[in-house]
């Protein structure tokens, strides 16, 4: 009734609908034709077979090149949605004590083209994943001399070459990740040419990794001669949990913790911090 955009036409009052508001928005920025369109799996029968009908329709023109169809993000009682009331907002995860970066992470661990169980477990491991990444990195920065350098090694290329090769597989963004750690893990790539790396992979993840490294955490700093032995033991415990010499592993440990290091384990691997 209170309708601004409204019009009489022969087959009685028109107003403009969802479908016709999505093809005129695309065209005003994009074009007659581009190349990506993305949107829910639920868009497919109904609002995109719609776009691409009245579109093309109207210019004679192939709309779009690909489209990318992303599933939902599910909850107990089913996929997040306003209209049902089942859904979190951003800024209530940040009011819990979440950084938005953690979101992002936990996301970046799934398949665009696979259903996402949501839970605050799995936020909490993402984050737990999130801050041993950031962990490593700083390790690494203060091992890195003089700076971060343009990966040259060939076992730098072989992760950044993974790497590239995962996006071009639908965006396998899981396994693009995992390329990530085992970068910033192998001991046969240098610290400095490990930060480039990631940098450089971090233009696609996004997760703020130049300022993680740079970032010095609250308390104490390690020097370089100390985090390198840390990380040594770090790896020698893991050595010792993976033969199951339990006796070994917790030794490490106490002895680090006697030295004022701080380990804490979680599924992305271990971090310690100065106590």
């Not at 970046?108 to 083209?113: E, K, P, Q, W």
């Not at 703020?208 to 740079?214: F, I």
Request: aromatic content about 10%; hydrophobic content about 40%; overall charge negative.
């Amino acid at each position: 009734e209170n309708q601004a955009l409204v019009w009489d036409s022969p087959w009685g009052t028109g107003y403009p609908g969802w479908h016709i508001e999505c093809s005129a928005m695309s065209m005003k920025y994009l074009g007659e034709s581009f190349d990506i369109h993305a949107g829910g799996i639920d868009h497919i029968p109904i609002h995109h077979t719609n776009e691409i009908a009245q579109s093309e329709s109207a210019t004679g023109k192939p709309w779009v090149k690909y489209w990318l169809h992303g599933e939902f993000l599910v909850m107990d009682k089913g996929k997040m949605s306003k209209s049902s009331g089942s859904f979190l907002t951003l800024q209530s995860l940040v009011d819990a004590g979440y950084e938005p970066l953690d979101y992002r992470y936990f996301c970046l661990g799934g398949h665009y083209r696979s259903q996402l169980q949501f839970s605050f477990e799995a936020l909490d491991s993402a984050r737990a994943s999130r801050r041993s990444l950031n962990e490593r990195l700083r390790t690494l920065r203060s091992q890195a001399e003089p700076a971060p350098a343009p990966p040259s090694g060939g076992r730098a290329r072989f992760w950044l070459d993974a790497f590239v090769d995962h996006l071009s597989e639908d965006l396998a963004v899981p396994r693009a990740l995992a390329d990530l750690w085992g970068l910033l893990r192998d001991p046969e790539v240098p610290p400095a040419e490990a930060l480039a790396g990631a940098f450089d992979m971090d233009r696609i993840l996004g997760l703020g990794l130049r300022e993680a490294a740079e970032t010095v955490p609250e308390g104490k700093a390690a020097s370089p001669e100390l985090a390198a032995e840390i990380e040594r033991l770090i790896a020698e415990r893991a050595e010792a949990k993976k033969a199951k010499d339990w006796s070994r592993a917790d030794a490490i440990r106490d002895e680090l913790k006697a030295r004022g290091v701080l380990l804490t384990d979680s599924p992305a691997g271990t971090t310690w911090k100065l106590s």
